[in-house]
Nanobody, 119 residues
């Protein structure tokens, strides 16, 4: 079992920055890829960025150049630095972790943190 807790969300104005963090606990030695997803109002949850254990990154095109994903493996944490935030970045941000055991991958999710970008 892996437990994920997000933090760092809030209300900001357009153009401002926020950094989200996700702390993993439990069977952290089995965690492989980690990612941030976003559920914006009226839209399904979608990938924002992902990162492998060795640092390979995928970033969604609509946040490329503004968002940076990173992970600290010894501290079992995942971060998402968000710059130049736009109103369309508003949504609930979820941390996701893949955990493998005997060839079976389980996807774990945090409960999410709200980010609101509004003037």
């Amino acid at each position: 079992q892996v437990h994920l807790v997000e933090s760092g969300g809030g209300l900001v104005q357009p153009g401002e920055s926020l950094t989200l963090s996700c702390e993993a606990s439990g069977s952290v030695d089995r965690i492989d890829d980690m990612a941030w997803y976003r559920r914006s109002p009226g839209k399904p949850r979608g990938l924002v960025a992902s990162i492998t254990t060795d640092g390979r990154i995928v970033i969604a095109s609509n946040v490329k150049g503004r968002f940076t994903i990173s992970r600290d493996n010894p501290k079992n944490t995942l971060h998402l630095a968000m710059d130049n935030l736009k109103p369309e970045d508003t949504g609930v941000y979820f941390c996701e972790a893949d955990s493998s055991d005997d060839g079976i991958t389980t996807h774990y999710w945090g409960e999410g943190t709200q980010v609101t970008v509004s003037s």
